[in-house]
């Protein structure tokens, strides 16, 4: 259990300038129609010099509701004369068929002075551990000697089309070395300029460290020959929200014996109200296996938001503000407010503040500790969760 005291909160201010990261949900038979392996993003915010990250998942509420599934391993490319930015399967022999559903989240690309850790990184020669040819070091004098960096990351396509259908997962103090590295299996080697998407400016979406127990972690039988591996997620902002858009980073911390080289998706269970991230079905095609337990993901979520760096207004007809805030925390609804309750980033609950009879409340954290922190706000039939930092 982490406790973020002022000098680590500050470290994490410093990262960034204000927010700009958006994030939204793609389906491939909305707008333009998927062509072989590829799906082109139809984002309006999105522009050439962004970053962006896509992970797969599956939600009834927006067209899929297989419980399990092959995850097909995907990149993100760039290409102006098929539109813009385009989520790509690996596999140029597998179809990008309709309906199928994808978390997207974006950035501007860092540029000379700024301070947000947004980039692509390219595995050159020289970045290969010699005598550990499965790591690519991430050489930038952001991130280096500094592992309170919530990093989010995905495939890039490069301009040469390298091959590249590895599953990676992020580690900090490899060898030793005092820097953040993309390690896949070490069976495998990072293929030379094989390239991967960075995003570094994850404050307005970084909910927490989820670790991987046998608490959390559980099988589903779907057929015969088909089991569903997975676990659970739990916080209050995911509960019963399928609108939340997820996405969970393996970070194998240097030393721990852990490892995770699986692809993998996140499903949201209707009939529990939980967020899951689940392996693939190839992975383990039968009984006696189990999703790994002591592997940690960073958990990072949102409704959908296009880029913003302003107050949070990411709910229709909600807003909150100041955000960051150091005393009072103000809440606007569309309709009279009933009550707030108000949640640290642990998920523990710390009070409720009843309503007034009218769609304005505000709530004074001048007493709680510098972190981020939760108000789920109930408001006529409606139940919305909001993010906000104590500063």
């Known amino acids: 259990m982490k406790t973020i005291t002022l000098i ?23 707008g333009i129609p998927p062509i072989q392996n ?20 599956r939600n009834a509420q927006y067209g899929t509701d297989a419980i399990a599934g092959v995850v ?30 994808f978390n997207v989240i974006y950035a501007p690309r860092d540029t000379p002075g700024s301070q947000n850790g947004n980039f692509t990184h390219t595995a ?11 790591a690519t070091v991430i050489d930038n004098p952001l991130t280096n000697n500094d592992d309170t960096w919530n990093l989010v990351s995905s495939k890039n396509v490069d301009d040469n089309e390298i091959f590249n259908d590895l599953p990676v997962n992020l580690n900090y ?24 998407n960075i995003i570094g400016d994850t404050s307005s979406v970084y909910l927490y460290d989820h670790i991987t127990t046998p608490q959390n972690v559980d099988e589903i039988v779907i057929s015969v020959t088909e089991y569903a591996y997975f676990s659970s997620l739990s916080h209050p902002f995911l509960n019963n929200n399928p609108d939340a858009i997820v ?12 490892s995770f080289y699986f692809e993998h998706s996140l499903y949201y269970n209707s009939n529990t109200g939980s967020h899951e991230i689940h392996l693939d079905l190839d992975t383990f095609p039968g009984s006696g296996y189990n999703f790994p337990t002591n592997i940690t993901f960073k958990i990072y979520a949102a ?18 503000y100041p955000n960051p805030t150091q005393h009072f925390f103000n809440i606007e609804a569309h309709n009279t407010i009933s009550e707030v309750e108000l949640f640290n980033i642990l998920g523990q609950k710390l009070e409720i503040i009843k309503g ?27 139940i919305e969760t909001i993010r906000f930092v104590k500063n």
């Open 8 to 30: 680590s909160f500050l470290i994490i201010l410093s990262h960034i300038s204000q927010a700009q990261v958006g994030v939204k949900r793609h389906i491939t038979d909305k």
């Open 38 to 57: 590829i799906s082109v993003l139809n984002i309006p915010d999105i522009n050439p010099d962004m970053v962006v990250i896509a992970k797969e998942v």
């Open 72 to 101: 097909n391993p995907i990149s993100v490319g760039y290409d102006a004369l098929i539109g813009g930015h385009y989520i790509k399967y690996d596999d140029p022999n597998i179809t990008m068929a309709s309906g199928r559903i």
């Open 124 to 134: 050159i020669a020289n970045s290969i551990f010699p005598v550990a040819p499965y």
């Open 173 to 196: 103090n490899f060898y030793g070395s005092g820097e953040w590295v993309i390690r896949c299996q070490p069976s495998f080697n990072i293929p030379i300029n094989a390239e991967y």
């Open 247 to 258: 996405f969970a980073e393996p970070i194998i911390p240097e030393g721990s014996g852990s």
């Open 303 to 320: 409704n959908e938001t296009s880029l913003s760096t302003t107050d949070i207004s990411i709910f229709e007809n909600l807003k909150a």
């Open 356 to 382: 007034n009879g009218t769609r304005n409340i505000q709530m004074d954290v001048a007493k709680y500790s510098y972190g981020y922190y939760f108000a789920k706000v109930k408001a006529g039939n409606q």
